[in-house]
């Protein structure tokens, strides 16, 4: 059984800082995509950041610069690093995984998703 377990959200000022975190279990994809995605009320859930499993990395142009994806193996954790953030990356984010695909990482449906954790930005 799949286990995605965001943490790290909450209420940071403009500016700030931030990092998310995904603990994962029961994931065995040898070749994997694994990403953030975040969505606002009254938007669309969309990609913010994406992993496989060569390192590759991908950013939404909102956070390039400004974010980073990472994993440690050895913890099974996936993290979000979020810098310089502001108001309009106010969403409830969500870590999710899947099995790479030859189209690569980048698309909304993936298969294992977490329950998602909030990041409030005040301006």
């Known amino acids: 059984q799949v286990q995605l377990v965001e943490s790290g959200g909450g209420s940071v000022q403009s500016g700030g800082s931030q990092r998310l975190s995904c603990t994962t279990s029961?994931?065995?994809?040898?070749?994997?995509?694994m990403g953030w995605f975040r969505q606002s009320p009254g938007k669309e859930r969309e990609v913010v950041a994406l992993?496989?499993?060569?390192?590759?990395?991908s950013y939404a142009d909102s956070v390039k610069g400004r974010f980073t994806i990472s994993r440690d193996n050895a913890k099974n954790t996936l993290y979000l690093l979020m810098n310089s953030l502001k108001h309009e990356d106010t969403a409830m984010y969500y870590c999710a995984a899947d099995s790479r695909a030859a189209t690569g990482c980048w698309r909304l449906a993936y298969t294992y998703w977490g329950q998602g954790t909030q990041v409030t930005v005040s301006s």
């Open positions: 029961g994931y065995t994809y040898k070749n994997y995509c």
């Open positions: 992993l496989d499993d060569r390192g590759i990395t």
